[in-house]
């Protein structure tokens, strides 16, 4: 079974400070990760994915992550936070398609930027 | 290119009734997937519908149910409501061919108040 788990429910930075939010996997097979952020009163919206084309992904909005297969990893980064991007961030590990095209998210995380 | 659309995205029910929420895939996309979006659990996904047949469905009771028209839309409906089925429905469709470049879009959500 694929897992993913986001470690703390809150994170909280001061504008133009870092961003890091983490996100370990378990899956028995290559897995197909990604992030995505939801604000509040909307629906998800695709950050990234990682798909083994890359280990270092580029996504919008300025956030990158980076995988490692060697810690099971794949935490979201942004090297300078913005008010706009206090949102809530989740993790999500999928199968190879098909029958396995389902997501399963981690429990999520809220960021919080301050001025 | 249009967006997952959802309708209804405010619904109050009372505890006993049955509820259909509808969902209507970006054009082109063949596979429609619900998730349920509650604070104590999390995102949890519900099912998935490729070619109006189920593909994929997770640990919910028979009381949720779904299905998918020929036109790729889909209905999600859930009978005999309790208080705990109160949450965020999110749909998500993406093209169904499965493999490691398909990304979940996913709609603003419907969400279910049960008194």
């Known amino acids: 079974a694929q897992s993913v788990t986001q470690l703390g429910s809150h994170v909280s930075v001061s504008e133009g400070a870092l961003v890091l939010l983490r996100c370990n996997y378990s899956?028995?097979?290559?897995?197909?990760l990604f992030w995505y952020v939801q604000y509040p009163n909307q629906g998800l919206q695709l950050l990234l994915k990682y798909t083994s084309a890359a280990t270092l992904v580029k996504g919008i909005n300025g956030f990158e992550a980076e995988f490692k297969k060697s810690e099971t990893s794949f935490h979201l980064t942004k090297p300078s936070a913005h008010m706009s991007d206090a949102a809530e961030y989740f993790c999500?590990?999928?199968?190879?398609?098909?029958?396995?095209?389902?997501?399963?998210f981690g429990k999520g995380i809220t960021l919080s930027v301050r001025p | 290119k249009a967006g997952v659309t959802q309708t209804p995205r405010y619904l109050i029910k009372t505890r006993g009734q049955q509820v259909t929420l509808s969902c209507s895939p970006i054009?082109?996309?063949?596979?429609v997937s619900w998730y349920q979006q509650t604070p104590g659990q999390g995102l949890q996904f519900l099912f998935e519908?490729?070619?109006?047949?189920?593909?994929n469905k997770g640990n919910f009771p028979g009381r949720f149910s779904g299905r998918q028209f020929s036109n790729s839309r889909s209905e999600m409906n859930v009978s005999t409501l309790e208080l705990g089925d109160s949450a965020l429905y999110l749909c998500a469709s993406s093209l169904g061919a499965g493999g490691p470049q398909e990304t979940q879009y996913f709609g603003p959500g419907t969400r279910l108040l049960v008194l």
């Open positions: 054009s082109g996309h063949r596979s």
């Open positions: 899956s028995s097979v290559p897995p197909y």
């Open positions: 999500a590990v999928s199968g190879l398609g098909g029958a396995n095209s389902k997501l399963t």
């Open positions: 519908y490729f070619s109006e047949t189920q593909r």
